[in-house]
């Protein structure tokens, strides 16, 4: 089991900045492959950002050179920087965790998410 705990969220200006972070407990945090990923009101959960237990990232098209993410696995915590926010940035903002063991079986965990909210 994992248990997830986002913090970081709020209300922001356009333009503006935030960090959302994600800690981790409960199982090897290094042996997951921690995303996030965000829904917007009358919207499906969407990928924002992935990134790998070696450390490879992947962005949506959507925030890429707006977002970034990175991982600390002494901490536990992933994080999820976000610049130049837009209103359509708005969005309910989960943290996931992710493995496949060698049996096949996929460990799939998610936070509650925060809430982000981009207006002036």
């Known amino acids: 089991q994992v248990q997830l705990v986002e913090s970081g969220g709020g209300l922001v200006q356009p333009g503006g900045s935030l960090r959302l972070s994600c800690a981790a407990s409960?199982?090897?945090?290094?042996?997951?492959?921690m995303g996030w990923y965000r829904q917007a009101p009358g919207k499906q959960r969407e990928l924002v950002a992935v990134?790998?237990?070696?450390?490879?990232?992947n962005i949506a098209d959507s925030v890429k050179g707006r977002f970034s993410i990175s991982r600390d696995n002494a901490e536990n915590t992933v994080y999820l920087q976000m610049n130049s926010l837009k209103p359509e940035d708005t969005a309910v903002y989960y943290c996931?965790?992710?493995?496949?063991?060698?049996?096949?079986?996929?460990?799939?965990?998610w936070g509650q998410g925060t809430q982000v909210t981009v207006s002036s």
């Open positions: 990134i790998t237990t070696t450390g490879s990232a």
């Open positions: 409960g199982s090897i945090f290094s042996m997951y492959a």
């Open positions: 996931n965790a992710n493995r496949r063991r060698i049996t096949g079986r996929v460990d799939n965990y």
